[in-house]
Structure formats: structure tokens, C-alpha cells
């Protein structure tokens, strides 16, 4: 399958949702809908937040998962967290 692309490959603005379809059916939905913040991330970053998810938010876990210490995982939490907030931010402008 294909990646959802998020960032315009012209001018490097952020892109959004102009219409879904159902391939069983084939409904159609159009509109001008944003992305989820967290859709924005890359596909690591997404990664990270699933296996911290399925760690039950265990950075403990996460740091024996991943060969990292603890104030790594931490860190790279911590960037994913400004990242968020940062989109989120900017959905709301």
C-alpha cells in the first residue's frame, strides 16, 4: 500500500484530505478535512507511539525493546510530544 504523503512536494506546506472512497461499495466522501496531528509525524515517530501504546506507556519497556537507555526513550518522547503540540497548533490557526 501506498504512504499517505503529508507535506505538498511543491512548496513544502502541509497537505490535507479532499475525499475518501469505499472500494467495497464505492461511496465517495469529499470535503476539506485536516490531518490528525499525529498522522502529520513521520512513520517512525508513528511507530514510536504505537509500541509505547502497546507497552502500556512503559518507557522502561520501551528502553529494553529498543537497546536505549531510559533518558533516551525519554528524550525522543519528549521531541514527539513538541512535535504533536506543534501541529496541533498549528491545525487551530
Same mark, same amino acid.
Given at each position: 500500500?501506498?504512504?499517505?504523503? %503529508? %507535506?505538498?512536494?511543491?512548496?513544502?506546506?502541509?497537505?490535507? %484530505?479532499?475525499?475518501?472512497?469505499?472500494?467495497?461499495?464505492?461511496?465517495?466522501?469529499?470535503?476539506? #478535512?485536516?490531518?490528525?496531528?499525529?498522522?502529520?509525524?513521520?512513520?517512525?515517530?508513528?511507530?514510536?507511539?504505537?509500541?509505547? %501504546?502497546?507497552?502500556?506507556?512503559?518507557?522502561?519497556?520501551?528502553?529494553?525493546?529498543?537497546?536505549?537507555? #531510559?533518558?533516551?526513550?525519554? !528524550?525522543?518522547?519528549?521531541?514527539?510530544?513538541?512535535?504533536?503540540?506543534? !501541529?496541533?497548533? !498549528?491545525? !487551530?490557526?
Amino acid at each position: 500500500m501506498k504512504k499517505l504523503p %503529508v %507535506v505538498c512536494p511543491s512548496c513544502g506546506d502541509g497537505l490535507r %484530505v479532499k475525499a475518501m472512497h469505499c472500494p467495497t461499495c464505492q461511496t465517495r466522501v469529499e470535503g476539506d #478535512y485536516q490531518l490528525p496531528a499525529i498522522m502529520k509525524l513521520s512513520e517512525e515517530e508513528q511507530e514510536f507511539i504505537t509500541d509505547f %501504546v502497546l507497552c502500556s506507556g512503559s518507557l522502561k519497556e520501551m528502553a529494553q525493546r529498543m537497546g536505549l537507555s #531510559y533518558p533516551s526513550v525519554r !528524550n525522543r518522547l519528549d521531541d514527539i510530544i513538541e512535535l504533536l503540540k506543534a !501541529n496541533m497548533k !498549528n491545525d !487551530n490557526k
